[in-house]
């Protein structure tokens, strides 16, 4: 069983950074697709980032590149540094896993954390 546990939520003025990290453990054997994806009250979850299995590329969302930055170390925790934040980056940040494959839809990623809250004030 995989576990994912996030931090490094907050609360931030428009223009500050965070920096989220996402602690893995448990049986995690070969490459897993890793992302990040968000969710603000009334809206979908969406993906924020996420990095393909083998860690040699990643993709953004269009509305955060540029700012943030995902990253992945060997032990499989995954990392979001979030630069120049605004508003409308406001959500609980949820951390993601599904073994060997990026699915398109968020709903087929196969483990996921509790979330972490980002609230960034004007």
């Known amino acids: 069983q995989v576990q994912l546990v996030e931090s490094g939520g907050g609360s931030v003025q428009a223009g500050g950074s965070l920096r989220l990290s996402c602690a893995a453990s448990g049986y995690m054997y070969g490459s897993y697709c890793m992302g990040w994806f968000r969710q603000a009250p009334g809206k979908e979850r969406e993906e924020v980032a996420k990095?393909?299995?083998?860690?040699?590329?990643t993709s953004y969302a269009d509305s955060v590149k540029g700012r943030f930055t995902i990253s992945q170390d060997n032990a499989k925790n995954l990392y979001l540094q979030m630069n120049s934040l605004k508003p409308e980056d406001t959500a609980r940040y949820y951390c993601a896993a599904n073994p060997l494959v990026c699915v398109r839809d968020h709903r087929g990623f196969g483990y996921w954390g509790q979330g972490t809250q980002v609230t960034v004030s004007s």
């Open positions: 990095v393909y299995p083998g860690g040699g590329r």
